[in-house]
Structures are given as C-alpha cells and as structure tokens.
C-alpha cells in the first residue's frame, strides 16, 4: 500500500515530470518540471567528475553494423538492438557506449604518461525490452546512461578502482542511500580466455578486500567482456536497486587493437574500466521520486518557492519579489489565483513545493516575506535579502 501511493508513475502524472504516449513506447517524454530535476542531476554528476580527473565526452548515437561486430556486441546482444540502413549501409543505434569510447581513445597514438585516462559521457542509448517488461522510468528502451570508461595500465587497476569506489560512496551518501555490494562472475556465454577471466575477478575481490567492503558473489551474472561489481541501493521502503557498476575488460581493447607507447618505448596493451553510477538518469530518478516520495529536497524541487499573495493588492510586489528570486538562481511561481491564502497554501503543499512566501500589507510595507517550509510550518517573516541568502546556503549544500 505504502509502495502504491509513492509510485513514480503516480507521482511522476501529479507533479507533471515526465509521460509516456503510444507514439513512442518504452520511451519517455520529460515534461519542464521533469527537465528541471533531471539538469540538476546532471549538473550534480557533471561537478564531480570533473573535480575526480574525468573528461566528458559525446559519441554519436547510431554507427555502422562492422563496429558492433567488431566489439561482440552483434552476436551477444543481438537481439536487443535497433538497427538502420542509410546509403545501402546497415547501422546499428547504440545500446551501449563504450566501443565508441575505444573510438575516441584510438583517435590519436597515446603515450604512457596520458593514463590512466578516464572518460565519462551521458550518452543516450537504445535497447529493445520487451512490451510488457517496461515500467515508466524503471524500465524504458531509450535512456542516458551516465557511463565512463578508464583507460589503465596494468598496475594502475586497483588504484583506479579504489578511486571509484569512493567516488560512487560519495554520490549515494548525498542523496540519502545506503547500499549492497555484490561480484559478479563469469557467465556461460563469455570472450576470452579463462585465465584472464580468473585474474580480472581477482583484481576486483583484492580491492573490495582491501577496502573492507562487505560484499556477496554473484556467480555467472558478469558481463560477456568482463566480470563486474554491482551497487544495489535501497531506499526509503528498504526495497533494493541494482544502480552502479564497475566492470573489468581485458576483451575490449584487444579486439579494437587499443595501445599505448610505453617507457620501453613499445606499444602495450591497455585495460578497460567500465563505470557507472547512477546506472542511467531515468532509473535513478525513478528511484529518487519514490525514496523522497515526491518530497525533493530544495536544489532538486522544480519549484523551489511559491509566492503567495494574499489579495491582488499584493499582486506587484509579488512579482518584484519573484523577479528577485530569479536575479538569483532560485526556482519560484507566484500563485495569483484570487482564492483564499489557506486554499493556495494546502495546494502549494499538495505539489509538494518546499517553501511557500506569503504576503500581505505588512510584508509589502516593509518589503519582507513571511516564510513557511512545507514539512516546518511557519518560520517567520524576514527581509528579501535574508531569504535568498537562506535558500542558496541550503541550495548550494544540497548540490
């Protein structure tokens, strides 16, 4: 029962974020209030991969039949995969990122001194789930992954991984998450050979060992290039969600001939890391719509304030105080419906609006505002300036 009345699908519909239409199944439209939440996530991402050494980049969304079968992708996935024919040649539209990556990462000779090397990128995928497995946000055909992928040398492995352990521990404890850690081995259907398979997985278990990471093995559920760690959050309802990953490729760069100019002065080859953390933005913010049950925190709220005049003799200085609110970043609506300020402030509350300012005579005299917090109440009336400066410290903690 609790699930039901937090279900994103609901909630998604109430607070107007995004929709599905027949048109396109399984692919879903994100709504203004939606978009607002969806840059401040990116936003959040983007921050801190670029504080923790990561370039982002952009690969195009379709290309050609040969690179997919190049990277296995052709005869493992198959079946998952949109495809195209322009100019009599066969294209397939991405359902992953990262052979265009290899693409970026052997565009030029690369030297030992460049990595590790490490590439992040939102970029926009395609996979055919069947009709009846997909679920709003949870579940779509088309969707951002946040992916990056790290270019290493052999002794860099661990180093690197232990990196972007803390790394993911660092964005699930700001969004409120606890999580489980699981290994995944090799599965039936795999490239390579066993050996290197048995030293990827070792790799793996000696940084989560080392890190005292409790963690379970999840035997055969790798990918088919490469063994992985998985993340699985949970959220408010205790409920678990397979999110973050980090996976091992010895495959990769030795189909797509990647190297690397050593100090010996030949070319070695480079191993792949495969990241992700938020698993892709439509699943995460699935999960956070139902963690927060609509109830954002105030950088992620698309609506940060609602002004709330109390007769259309406030009506003006309303506006000024939402002109006011915009010169300084903070996302507001004034409501200037001519129905009572209980009716407008039971609504604003409904939309799940955090802060609500009223104004009447008082506040318009002496160009203040009577603040309440949607989970607070009444906090008091302060001046213009105060109110901004108190929105942008817990604005700016939040992000």
């Known amino acids: 029962m609790e699930a039901e009345k937090i279900n994103h699908r609901k909630l998604g519909q109430e607070l107007e974020l995004f929709t599905s239409m027949e048109e396109a199944p399984g692919m879903p439209f994100f709504l203004p209030n939606g978009m607002v939440m969806r840059n401040e996530l990116e936003g959040y991402w983007r921050r801190k991969h670029q504080l923790a050494g990561y370039q982002e980049i952009k690969t195009p969304i379709m290309m050609k039949q040969e690179l997919w079968e190049q990277s296995g992708h052709w005869d493992h996935y198959h079946e998952n995969m949109y495809f195209s024919n322009v100019d009599e040649q066969n294209y397939a539209i991405k359902p992953m990122n990262c052979p265009g990556t290899i693409l970026v990462f052997n565009s030029k000779r690369r030297s ?12 926009l995928v395609h996979r055919h789930e069947l009709s009846g497995s997909l679920n709003g946000l949870l579940r779509v055909r088309s969707f951002t992954q946040d992916d990056a992928h790290l270019f290493v040398r052999a002794d860099q492995i661990e180093a690197e991984i232990d990196k972007i352990l803390v790394l993911i521990d660092e964005f699930y404890s700001h969004f409120g998450f606890d999580y489980k850690v699981e290994l995944s081995t090799r599965p039936e259907e795999y490239m390579g050979s066993k050996e290197m398979w048995e030293r990827a997985e070792g790799a793996l278990e000696t940084v989560l060992k080392n890190k005292g990471v409790n963690y379970q093995i999840n035997p055969g559920d790798g990918a088919f290039y490469g063994p992985k760690i998985d993340f699985h959050i949970l959220d408010s309802l205790g409920r678990s969600w397979q999110c973050g990953t980090v996976q091992l490729d010895f495959q990769m760069p030795q189909k797509f001939n990647c190297a690397y100019v050593a100090e010996d ?20 913010m699935a999960i956070l719509i ?3 049950a609509g109830d954002f925190p105030l950088w992620l709220s698309p609506v940060q304030a609602k002004i709330i005049p109390i007769s259309d003799a406030h009506a003006e200085y309303a506006d000024y105080v939402k002109s006011q609110f915009e010169s300084a970043g903070i996302r507001s609506e004034v409501d200037f419906r001519t129905e009572k300020m209980g009716l407008k402030i039971r609504e604003a509350e409904k939309q799940k609006v955090p802060c609500m300012l009223v104004i009447g005579d008082k506040e318009m005299e002496q160009q203040s505002l009577s603040l309440r917090k949607r989970k607070e109440g009444n906090i008091g009336v302060m001046s213009i300036p105060e109110v901004i400066e108190r929105f942008n410290n817990e604005i700016n903690a939040g992000r």
Do not use: C, Q, W
């Open 112 to 123: 030992y001194r460049e990595l590790p090397l490490r590439y992040a990128e939102l970029g």
């Open 265 to 284: 002065n030949k070319l070695h080859l480079p191993i792949m890391i495969h990241r992700a953390i938020f698993g892709s933005v439509e699943r995460f």
């Open 290 to 292: 139902e963690h927060f």
